[in-house]
């Protein structure tokens, strides 16, 4: 599937900040979870991750889950009789081919957000020209 795994500390940030956007909800949500419950926050981490994994994203309108396997998980609402065409395909090549167009849509709807947010943020930016003798502040 060409995955690569990048590890990232504080001392060898390796990622774009995802990480730690990721850690500080996850830690929203256990805290929601465990606020009542603090003795037995290890049976909460089920679910945790089943709400984290279906939540949609903002960018794709998908969850992690549905861009990672190509279906949502299981859960009540599956009990509901979907549409023929939403089942996944059985052979496993097709399968493939279906999660990889699905994961480069997924790419480019995140790189058309990106380059919307960094519009955004680049219209309050102003150009600042240094020329040699100026006095500058560093921190």
């Not at 290890?42 to 679910?47: E, G, T």
């Not at 984290?52 to 299981?74: C, E, I, R």
């Not at 089942?87 to 167009?101: A, C, G, L, T, W």
Request: glycine share 4%; aromatic share 8%.
């Amino acid at each position: 599937m060409g995955t690569k795994l990048k590890y990232s500390t504080t001392c060898h940030p390796q990622t774009d900040g995802q990480t730690e956007v990721t850690n500080r909800t996850l830690g929203t949500i256990l805290r929601v979870l465990v606020k009542t419950n603090v003795k037995a926050w290890d049976l909460l981490l089920p679910h945790a991750e089943f709400a984290y994994n279906t939540a949609p994203s903002k960018t794709t309108s998908l969850s992690p889950f549905k861009v990672m396997f190509g279906v949502d998980p299981l859960s009540p609402l599956d009990l509901v009789p979907r549409e023929m065409n939403e089942k996944p395909n059985v052979d496993v090549s097709r399968r493939v081919e279906e999660i990889q167009r699905l994961h480069e849509m997924v790419k480019s709807m995140i790189e058309k957000a990106n380059a919307s947010y960094q519009v955004q943020a680049r219209k309050h930016k102003k150009k600042v020209v240094f020329h040699p003798g100026d006095l500058v502040w560093f921190t």
